[in-house]
């Protein structure tokens, strides 16, 4: 096995695209040099190649430098071309001298290494070096014999095995056993390299800005909702991300304050038991607001003292007809009524919605017909009957790269090109895991809280109901204490539920799981959707790779080369 060599430009190099001949030429030289290299290293040297850096206020650069932990370091200068020497001068194939020598740009490179080197360690490590000239081009049976060029050049000869002609150049000029005992000076020249800068910010690192943004966009919104507030029936319509629950609770919020009695209507529990929550303060200070599900408000209209809720679909539809018969206006206790997720209703609620709200009183709802999970009926005659319709124009609650991969979902894309987009602004990481589910999200778990993310900024979220999913319900996920979305989270726990039931919400961070299971086929694109836009800053997918025959965006990105992997 061949030590490791730090590419220049990433794995596979390449020529620039433009360049004279003498820059195709040293490219190719220098292509040479790290083939050879790739192929002998020994175990225990590193090597670099194109390490350019800044010693005080002067541009160093080193055609390659290559580590041995006992030794020291070696900085090679490469040159293309057959070329000669002749009275101490180098010489390019046409004659043209070499201008400075290049075993005095060696020297200036090594030097500024070194003193780096020092600087980093904030000590004088004083980590011998050696330097090297390699004509990869030039054919010779043997180097010159000059005594200060004896030992550090390289020929065409020594790219099949150029280990032996190394060892001569480290040992030319350094004493073995010099190098410092401890091998962080290694670690150091990597970092001088730079392995692993990305020009792109931490995604949880954006989201001040983001909601910097969305209070300022709030603001302009609410100020067009105000100027619509004569109208008695208003329908705004806006996309995932642009703040529909927001705003309505803000706007709800100065109703309240306005003296009117408020009541906030929502389809799932959890954004139900959250809004009311944050309506808490309000009510303290004498105003008149609450937030519940439709359905919970039907239960407590036509059900018997300790009659418990439904627990099925069918129970639930039973129960909303029998209150919508029943209902009176006055059981809603409210001047205006604001409906969050009207999407989700079907015709019963719709009827029994219209039994609780008199012609006269005014209803703002809101709705992306893009989530809408289920196929539902026209609005009815008694709602759309002086119907003010507003969007909402676009808000960034996501990062840009992640909301363009939920609106690839929402469009039924096949294009991957989303979803590497996101790969590559760190907004995505997919986890090819064939493991029992509750085994993968939890190591998905460990990861996010070794970079320090807070557990409460997390939500774990199964692409199909309660009554399929294998981890949902569980109080734990591994070590890590697990709640359902309409529970708050303590600080050790994390937010375990359903894609429907958390829709509403949001969290910094959304891990997608349980997508190839069969009861996830059914509106497999529109289940992604709805995931993905709960997340404002990172998405992780944990997954079988069998999901790339269901997922056409995702599907490229969970095979590589033939072999799975766990992308971070």
Sequence with gaps: MAGRIHPQDGPRARAPATGGRAVRAGW???????????????????AWHGLRFRAGRRDGEADFVIADPAMGFLVVEVKAGRVTQSGGRWYYE????????????????????STLLDEAAGRRLEVPFSVAVWFPDTEADAPPSNADLRDAVLLARDLADPVPALRRAFAARITPGNA?????????????????????????????????????????????????????????EGRAGTGKTSVARLYAEERA??????????????????????????????????????RR?????????????????DGWMDLVARAAGRARPEDAVADVVFVDELQCFDAPDMALLGRLVEPSQRLWAFWDPKQAFWARPPLPAWFTSGLTRFTLPVQRRALASLAALARAYGEEATSDAPARQAERAGTLCVHVDERPVGDAVADVLAELEARGIDRRNVAVLSLVGRGSSALVGRPSIGPVPAVPADEAPGPDHVVLDTFLRFEGLERPVIVVCEGAHPAARRNYAQRMYMALTRASARVEVVAPASLAQRDPILGPLLAVDGGLRSSS
């Design 257 to 294: 304050w306005a003296g009117d009695r408020v009541l906030f209507l929502c389809f799932t529990d959890p954004l139900a038991r959250w809004l009311d929550r944050a309506f808490e303060d309000l009510r303290r200070q004498g105003l008149c607001v609450r937030a519940s599900t439709l």
């Design 297 to 313: 408000l039907a239960h407590a209209i036509v059900a018997g003292p300790g009659e418990p809720p439904p627990v099925d679909h």
């Design 180 to 236: 410092p005992p401890d091998p962080g000076w290694i670690d150091t020249l990597t970092e001088l390299w730079g392995r692993d800068y990305d020009p792109r910010q931490d995604p949880l690192r954006c989201l001040s800005h983001l909601a910097a943004l969305r209070e300022t966009m709030n603001d302009a919104q609410l100020a067009v909702l105000r100027g619509l507030a004569e109208n008695r029936r208003v329908l705004v």
């Design 28 to 46: 190719a030289a220098e292509k040479k040099v790290h083939e050879a290299l790739a192929r002998a290293l020994p175990d225990d040297w590193v």
């Design 94 to 113: 046409g004659g043209r001298p070499m201008d400075p020598a290049p075993l005095d740009q060696a020297q200036r490179a090594a030097r500024g290494l």
